[in-house]
């Protein structure tokens, strides 16, 4: 059974950081191509970033580059968000999905959490 399990939201003032984990079991990790999106209030849910499978070329959403950095440690069987420079229109649930191809429709997706940015 694949399980993607979020971690690190919380609420944080405009310009700071916070870091976001998601735990993954049941799928060989280093196989999948992981990714990040999120959903505020009364929108749809947008993509925020990828890493290919392996640990190789990453995807950001125009919004967030050069302030969203995503990585992955493939012995923890992690992927990571690190946000920076946080502004109020981060205010979001960010999900975690995984996928064997690098996809906007991932197969796998977590529960997320929630981020809180004020201003």
């Known amino acids: 059974q694949v399980q993607l399990v979020e971690s690190g939201g919380g609420l944080v003032q405009a310009g700071g950081s916070l870091r976001l984990s998601c735990a993954t079991s049941g799928l060989t990790f280093s196989s999948y191509s992981m990714a990040w999106f999120r959903q505020a209030p009364g929108k749809e849910r947008e993509f925020v970033a990828r890493i290919i499978r392996g640990g190789g070329p990453t995807a950001y959403a125009d919004s967030v580059k050069g302030r969203f950095t995503i990585s992955r440690d493939n012995a923890k069987n992690t992927v990571y968000l690190q946000m920076n420079n946080l502004k109020p229109e981060d205010t979001a649930v960010y999900y975690c999905?995984?996928?064997?191809?690098?996809?906007?429709?991932?197969?796998?997706w977590g529960l997320g959490t929630q981020v809180t940015v004020s201003s």
């Open positions: 999905a995984a996928d064997l191809r690098a996809t906007m429709n991932p197969r796998y």
